[in-house]
């Protein structure tokens, strides 16, 4: 799985072990911003990630800032990304397998770095149910995204 992996300043600092994670996990990353900790804006570290996933250059992504609730605003303002931000592993594995959450956002002031690297795992190795229940709401998301992204 080809995974983009972006971060504002004040995640910079959880980046390379976000990145050797999911290398460990056998997938690829796809870098992304930012490179160090001098303060960037949330939104334009977002926009690479939610591109690569509209083109299909990656398959999922990881994003994370302060909060995680400021990339995950932005994220979900591109049509096809479906972004969440998550504090516990249910969460980030529940989000793929029942809502085909294609995005993982991390709050680097939430959560400690270890939490991190168990959240990217859950997130990496969960797959979208193939209960008709899921598929159903999906669709409906699908439906609603279409009406508001003409």
Same mark, same amino acid.
């Given at each position: 799985?080809?995974? %983009? ?10 980046? =390379? %072990? ?35 996933? @509209?083109?299909? @250059? ?15 605003? %932005?994220?979900? /303002?591109? /049509? ?27 709050? =680097? ?6 939490? %991190? ?22 669709? /409906? ?8 992204? /003409?």
């Amino acid at each position: 799985m080809n995974v %983009a992996v972006s971060c504002d300043h004040a995640g910079f600092p959880y980046k =390379a %072990a976000i990145m050797q994670q999911i290398i460990d996990l056998g997938h690829t990353v796809i870098e992304m911003g930012a490179v160090s900790t001098d303060p960037v804006d949330y939104p334009d570290i977002t926009e690479p990630a939610a591109r690569a996933i @509209q083109s299909g @250059q990656a398959d999922r992504a990881v994003i994370v800032c302060g909060s995680g609730v400021g990339v995950t605003v %932005a994220a979900n /303002k591109y /049509k096809g990304v479906r972004a969440c931000v998550c504090h516990d592993g249910y969460s980030a594995h529940q989000g793929v397998e029942h809502d085909n959450q294609n995005v993982l956002c991390l709050g =680097a002031r939430i959560v400690g770095i270890e939490v %991190a690297r168990e959240l990217v795992s859950a997130f990496l190795s969960a797959e979208f149910s193939s209960q008709e229940r899921h598929h159903r709401r999906y669709e /409906k998301v699908e439906m609603l995204e279409r009406r508001m992204f /003409k």
